[in-house]
């Protein structure tokens, strides 16, 4: 027995299509909502690997270089002042250059964690609507207009931005 869908005959085998569809698209809807859920969790871990290997780099890497047992320093003599002098230079670029890069993983995480995906601020759009009007106000001003001469021309009227809400 066949019915009309969408002005469509539509059979068993249509019904059946359009049924495992429906059940793909509930699967990802599910899978998207356990996501969204474990979240929170997933957050949560990446702050724990990070601060653990911070504080395996504080507590034993960075000692380890630099410490009496270390395979950077002559077993034979005492360092002189100079070397002395060079080791704690060495070990407190080390250590800041270490911290830097901490705090821009912690940044760069905060960041990715609180920004909505897809979000576009109005300033980075204002500024490519004004790149886009540059580069086709510049190459109309020229004469030279090779955006015809392959198919494509920038028309303000028809910039369409993207975004991907929730």
């Keep these: 027995m066949a019915t009309r869908l969408l002005g469509r005959q539509c059979g068993p085998a249509a019904w059946a299509a359009w049924a495992r569809g429906v059940a ?3 699967a990802r809807v ?3 909502r356990a996501v969204a859920a474990l979240g929170p969790l997933f ?6 690997l990070v601060g653990l290997c911070a504080r395996e780099y504080f507590a ?16 034979d003599a005492d360092p002189t002042p100079a070397a002395a002098a060079a080791a704690s230079t060495a070990r ?21 964690v609180v920004t909505d995906p897809g979000w576009v601020s109005d300033a980075a759009t204002a ?7 540059g580069v086709s106000r ?6 030279d207009n090779d955006d015809d001469a392959i198919g494509v021309s920038v028309d303000m009227d028809e910039i369409h931005l993207k975004y991907c809400f929730k």
């Design 30 to 32: 599910r899978f998207m």
């Design 24 to 26: 793909a698209w509930a």
């Design 138 to 143: 510049d190459s109309s001003a020229d004469g």
């Design 92 to 112: 407190l670029l080390h250590t800041a250059w270490a911290t830097y890069l901490l705090v821009c993983i912690a940044v760069h995480y905060y960041y990715s």
């Design 43 to 48: 957050v949560v871990l990446a702050i724990a």
């Design 127 to 133: 500024g490519l609507r004004r790149k886009l009007a």
């Design 60 to 75: 034993i890497t960075l000692p380890l270089l630099y410490g009496p047992a270390s395979p950077l320093r002559s077993e």
